[in-house]
Nanobody, 128 residues
């Protein structure tokens, strides 16, 4: 069964770091772009970063630019989101989503595609 699994969330103090992983099983991730989203209770899910299928295009939304780094290791079928200088307002459930169409695109006006797979989410809590 094809699926995406996020991991790496947890509780961290303000200013700390976490690395989230988004690992695919049952399909090859190298054919997909990956978008990271986060959601706070009562709010819509918001796209924060994306990486296209070969890593040649990357985007960060202003809320995370300069603090988060997205990368991929297609040999490990995994995309990473390195989060540094974390703030309490980064507290959310983080999701990754895979899309094969369009796989080459990644830009600030995206994050509204039809996704092939979603992960189950991983909680990130940043204490002040």
């Amino acid at each position: 069964q094809a699926q995406l699994v996020e991991s790496g969330g947890g509780l961290v103090q303000s200013g700390g770091s976490l690395r989230l992983s988004c690992t695919a099983s049952g399909f090859n991730l190298d054919g997909s772009a990956i978008d990271w989203f986060r959601q706070v209770p009562g709010e819509d899910r918001k796209g924060i970063s994306c990486i296209n299928f070969d890593g040649s295009r990357i985007d960060y939304q202003d809320s995370v630019k300069g603090r988060f780094t997205i990368s991929r290791d297609n040999a490990k079928n995994t995309v990473y989101l390195q989060m540094t200088s974390l703030k309490p307002e980064d507290t959310a459930v983080y999701y990754c989503a895979a899309r094969s169409l369009p796989r080459a695109s990644c830009h600030s006006r995206g994050y509204n595609y039809e996704y092939d797979y979603w992960g189950q989410g991983t909680q990130v809590t940043v204490s002040s």
